[in-house]
């Protein structure tokens, strides 16, 4: 069964927060990871695996680099769930 | 020395307390820093040794969720230390180019190389930490208090297993008298209180196996001594010019007056039983401090507790200060702190300086029997020390045939 967008967004900004200190509720679709949160590539490697453990789907290296937004990520993670 | 250079903040976090007071008062109380050890892996592989001196206040209760995820321990005890001390000097204002770190560890990240290694065998290279190789570096430490500090004039790292940070203020000499540099965050750290690391020590019969009394473990100079006892934690010393300190008004503790290393190359492990090189480290520092071994009034030793070590730092000691020796008041540290490895240095440069600043010598403790052979006025309550221009060194020694000698004086303005 796939999740809702609302609830990933709500898992994610758990898992972006517990990284990186940001706010869960600055961590919004529209959100770019780079240029508004300024997650580094380090940051965004643990964030991904951290989403694949507790989303149970599996987001592969080439993937990544698309997931420029966090609207992207929550859709991918949607899709493959 | 061409400049004279001045310490004007210290900061530690150690089995003793969590902070610099918290120490220093449970050291002058004769408080013991070593206890048994609350862990599993204890019993799970059945280590040998089942106590240590765990730093009194987990870095989780000081540092953000964020800090401990991303920091090794050992980097997590190096910025809290290197932060108290950066306020203990009044957050000097320097130029990110003239701000230097000279910060040491023995060991680096063995909890996250080792934690990583696990991850890898349960659940493959997916799931290793990004983070793992800048966290394992052992100059991990060093870049997250330059990091923080905003230190853009070097940050460097020299391990010399338990001679490293007191290389480390050595090498603070070096660089403020160059020139190029006005303030150095000098320090060391260690955080090897992991079954591995515990169990190699074991492995060589380093550490001392008095499980049943884990305070009175530490006995540096005593007749039963069985070997050292691990400890953990941080310390750090703003050192700085005189010509620095005095322009921006800050409070002086104490002269940084000379530094030296000096090598074996007799053993790796054993010291050279003659003390030819640990001398030679010290008679090095008191002439970079233009003083004579008269002048030294106090003494605080590497004196691990290890049968072979507390000897020969004795002989050392007595070709150097010859009959003299007699009149130094010496402690022992390590008997209250347990030993921080390459934090050790650092933590027994702090409380030189301030037996020199308080003119109180710390004790040593368990000095149950004094060993016949090691003929030493150690010191097991508090003493005080003479008013007056006065002089102390502090001895670190490491595997490896390292010797490294600092010394301190009395600021006299």
């Not at chain 2, 220093?24 to 019993?43: N, P, Q, V, Y």
Request: glycine share 8%; with cysteine.
């Amino acid at each position: 069964m796939a999740l809702s967008q609302a609830d990933v967004l709500a898992g994610l900004a758990e898992i972006v927060n517990e990284e990186t200190g940001i706010a869960a509720s600055d961590v919004q679709l529209d959100k770019h990871f780079t240029n508004d949160l300024d997650i580094d590539s380090i940051s965004m490697m643990t964030i991904v695996v951290n989403c694949e453990d507790k989303f149970g789907v599996k987001i592969p290296d080439e993937e990544v680099k698309n997931l420029e937004t966090v609207g992207d990520a929550v859709n991918f993670i949607v899709s493959a769930s | 020395m061409t400049k004279k250079l001045v310490v004007t903040g210290v900061g530690a976090t150690t089995p003793l307390g969590g902070d610099v007071a918290s120490t220093w008062k449970a050291l002058l109380e004769g408080k013991s820093g070593i206890s048994t050890l609350d862990k599993d892996w204890i019993e799970k592989y059945e280590v040998p040794v089942t106590f240590a001196g765990q730093a009194a206040v987990p870095a989780s209760e000081v540092l953000t969720l964020q800090e401990t995820k991303r920091l090794d321990p050992s980097s997590q005890f190096a910025l809290i230390a290197a932060r108290e001390a950066w306020a203990d000097a009044g957050s000097p204002e320097v130029s990110p180019e003239r701000l230097s770190v000279e910060f040491s560890t023995g060991i680096g990240g063995v909890w996250t190389l080792l934690d990583a290694f696990d991850t890898l065998k349960e659940r493959g290279p997916r799931r290793v930490l990004p983070m793992t190789v800048p966290m394992l570096m052992p100059n991990g430490p060093a870049a997250a208090v330059g990091m923080e500090f905003a230190a853009r004039g070097g940050v460097r790292t020299s391990v010399s297993a338990c001679a490293s940070s007191t290389e480390a203020i050595a090498n603070a000499i070096t660089r403020l008298q160059s020139g190029e540099i006005d303030v150095v965050i000098a320090g060391g750290c260690e955080a090897a209180i992991h079954p591995l690391p515990v169990s190699a020590f074991a492995a060589m019969h380093a550490l001392s196996k008095r499980n049943d009394e884990p305070e009175k473990a530490s006995r540096p100079y005593d007749v039963n001594r069985d070997g050292f006892v691990m400890g953990e934690g941080g310390a750090a010393l703003i050192i700085e010019t005189e010509e620095h300190a005095k322009a921006r008004g800050a409070r002086i503790y104490a002269e940084l007056a000379g530094g030296a290393v000096t090598s074996d190359a007799y053993h790796i492990t054993a010291p050279d039983p003659a003390g030819s090189g640990a001398a030679r480290a010290m008679l090095s520092t008191l002439e970079q401090a233009g003083a004579t071994i008269a002048d030294v009034v106090h003494i605080n030793a590497h004196a691990t507790s290890t049968p072979v070590g507390d000897i020969a730092e004795y002989n050392a000691l007595r070709r150097v200060f010859g009959d003299h020796l007699d009149n130094i008041a010496v402690t022992a540290t390590k008997s209250s702190t347990g030993h921080l490895l390459g934090g050790a240095g650092a933590v027994e440069a702090i409380f030189t300086v301030l037996a020199i600043h308080e003119r109180v010598v710390p004790p040593t403790i368990n000095l149950d029997n004094p060993d016949p052979e090691i003929k030493l006025d150690v010191v097991t309550t508090p003493r005080k020390l003479a008013e007056g221009p006065i002089l102390a060194i502090s001895n670190s020694f490491g595997f490896g045939g390292h010797n490294a000698v600092v010394a301190f004086r009395s600021y006299e303005g």
